[in-house]
């Protein structure tokens, strides 16, 4: 398979959005030409509550289910989700000002969008206990 030229932004959380600090947590990634939109995160709860002891990490995590399912589409993701995957990588990307910012959209070459998705996630999600992560999901289709 030729190379495809995929885009992904980087989940962070950052709880207090006046003091800019923030933790990756996840990565979106679209691959237009492989038919692909995905997402993968994980909340490592040792880490995120050593920062900020007192969050309460069930409405991130329902942010986080949110965004899941608008990747993969459907009825179930409400109006976004019947929306063509590059418009739902849009929306998913566009700036914030909740707990869950996406990074800029940077972008590359891949053979295969999950593997890289995988590998980016791997690469720029830091996680205690060597845990993979919460959640996968690739949404196919056009």
């Known amino acids: ?12 959380l950052v709880p207090r959005v006046e003091r800019g600090e923030q933790i990756n947590i996840g990565v979106v ?11 993968q995160f994980h909340l490592d709860e040792a ?11 069930g409405p991130i995590r329902e942010q986080l289910t949110a965004f899941e399912l608008i990747c993969a ?14 418009e739902r990588f849009r929306w998913l990307t566009a700036t914030r000002s909740t707990m869950i910012q ?5 972008c590359g ?11 980016i996630f791997r690469q720029m999600v830091p996680m205690s206990g060597g845990v ?11």
């Not at 996406?102 to 940077?106: E, N, T």
């Not at 993979?132 to 056009?142: C, S």
């Open 1 to 12: 398979m030729p190379a495809s030229a995929f885009e992904y932004a980087l989940l962070r």
């Open 47 to 57: 880490r995120i509550h050593a920062l900020w002891p007192d969050l309460d990490l």
């Open 73 to 86: 589409g459907g009825a179930a993701a409400g109006p976004l989700g019947e929306l063509p995957i590059y």
């Open 102 to 106: 996406p990074s800029a959209v940077h």
């Open 109 to 119: 070459l891949c053979e295969h969008a999950p593997t890289m998705l995988t590998h």
């Open 29 to 39: 990634l679209l691959c237009r030409q492989q038919g692909f939109l995905g997402i």
């Open 132 to 142: 993979i992560a919460d959640q996968q999901t690739p949404a196919m289709g056009l």
